[in-house]
């Protein structure tokens, strides 16, 4: 390269004739071929090239589509080498050959160390400049993850407040059944009753199913409880509007009570049928607290699944166990919304950092339901379709225009209402896809509704 070739650049003016040659001495001369890509997205830009005859295209991956975000096809333009300033600078497009022709490639190293040489300045302002918009997008991703970390930590506790509420109402009602259940054994042993006529009871007692078994309608319950409570009534049965619900509540029927009171007599059957009752509680009081505590338990491990907390790095994971635990973290949004889930039979284990993934669902699918205004269908779906294993989330919302779904993976692009979106999630879906893992994500809405599908590799 020789000086000649680049003095007439504007962007060189300011240089002495001595300094652009010490500037493409650091350099090389590289030759534009059509087709070939001289630079690639996302790489360190680890080279400052300087467009001198020719023509470059500059491309953007958005989905399955490469999109041209700009051209190099006036003498003088450049791309990349910003590692100069910003060590963790990248390419932001992928810099591919049109027409023959060459370019300056200087080093980003040598543009540095010349830059902070001539112009200290220019430099640190320069510098000041990238840390500024790395800080900024650092905090606005932050700030995303806070509000959804947020959001979640809400929705859960929401969702262990309702079986957690519910074991306490269970042991406090626990506790009078308890109550109810040794004075009613006190009146019991106080009549006299026989071993004979107390094993009759307890028989009896055997016959009638847990409270709450009986799946009848509130209606239909009351009904017999009416019936129950005026029989008891009847025969001088004393606190019959404890007894009778949970009889009925059993399933019990006059019959039933009658053959108690052939079995105890009519000494003993108050305190018998009170024992019956309290027992039956007991066990259904017993039985919910062991079903809600099951379910705190549920949402614990669900919980620790999706955080991943606990789990190596990279790891074989199924995808399924992520995004069931997706849908239960995310629960509280979904109470209104249709979950249809079509997981594939077949489907392989994967080669993946099972949190980062995670997160990608979370962003799709609370995506999905805000685009149906959390009202509608949602699916998931999950397949092998020879060349990996296929994620799909689709919803019923009001679709995705053209135009949007071109821009959708760019940062800082959203089309949420002023304070409802920072327009990350997307772009750390794509990142986490594409470049942690190499997979493919893009946007479908041929099918009548938006379909977000994410292809990852079996293998890392």
């Known amino acids: ?18 300094q652009l040659s010490d500037l493409v001495g650091a350099g090389e001369d590289v030759a534009i071929e059509p087709g070939i890509e001289l630079f690639h997205e996302g790489d360190h830009a680890d080279y400052w090239w300087v467009l001198v005859e020719g023509v470059v295209e500059l491309v953007r ?51 540095r160390e010349r830059s902070n040489r001539w112009f200290p300045f220019a430099g640190h302002l320069i510098e000041g400049l990238y840390r500024t918009a790395r800080t900024i997008e650092s905090t606005a991703r932050q700030r995303d993850s806070l509000v959804t970390l947020g959001t979640l930590a809400a929705g859960l506790a929401h969702e262990i407040n ?33 071993a004979d006529q107390f094993s009759a009871l307890d028989a009896l007692r055997q016959e009638a199913p847990p409270a709450g078994g009986g799946g009848r309608d509130a209606l239909e319950l009351a009904d017999q409880e009416d019936e129950l409570s005026t029989w008891l009534a009847a025969h001088g049965v004393d606190r019959d509007w404890v007894i009778a619900p949970a009889l009925a509540a059993a399933g019990v029927d006059v019959a039933w009570c009658e053959r108690v009171a052939d079995a105890v007599g009519t000494d003993a059957l108050g305190p018998g049928l009170e024992w019956v009752a309290s027992t039956l509680s007991t066990a ?3 039985a919910e607290v062991k079903e809600s505590t099951r379910r705190v338990s549920e949402l614990v491990a669900s919980v620790r699944s999706y955080s991943q907390l606990d789990r190596a790095s990279l790891q074989r994971i199924d995808v399924t166990v992520g995004l069931e635990s997706t849908l239960v ?41 805000d685009a149906m205004e959390d009202a509608g269908t949602l699916r998931v779906t999950t397949r092998y379709d020879g060349a990996g294993v296929v994620v799909e989330i689709g919803d019923t919302g009001p679709g ?12 800082f692009y959203s089309t949420k209402d002023v304070g409802k979106g920072t327009g990350l999630g997307l772009d750390i879906a794509r990142r986490v896809v594409v470049e942690r893992h190499g997979g493919t994500i893009e946007i479908d809405t041929s099918s009548g509704e938006t379909v977000l599908r994410v292809r990852l590799p079996v293998t890392q």
């Open 61 to 111: 991956r958005v989905g399955r589509e490469d999109i041209v975000v700009g051209r190099m096809d006036m003498p003088g333009r450049w791309a990349g080498g910003f590692r100069a300033w910003d060590d963790d600078g990248v390419y932001l497009a992928t810099g591919r050959g049109v027409t023959p022709g060459r370019l300056l490639r200087v080093p980003a190293q040598a543009l």
């Open 400 to 411: 995705m225009p053209e135009e949007v779904a071109a821009r959708a993976f760019d940062a």
């Open 329 to 369: 973290m995310l629960g509280h949004k979904l109470r209104d919304v249709t979950v249809v889930r079509d997981y594939g039979s077949g489907v392989p284990p994967i080669d993946a950092y099972a949190g980062e993934l995670n997160q990608v669902w979370t962003n799709l699918v609370d995506n999905a339901v």
């Open 162 to 194: 309702n079986p957690a509420a519910a074991t306490t109402r269970s042991v406090t009602a626990l506790e009078e059944s308890t109550e109810g259940l040794l004075a009613s054994l006190r009146a019991l042993a106080q009549g006299q009753i026989s």
């Open 1 to 18: 390269m020789r000086l000649e070739d680049v003095r007439a650049f504007e962007l060189f003016d300011g240089l002495t004739d001595e």
């Open 284 to 286: 259904a009081l017993i």
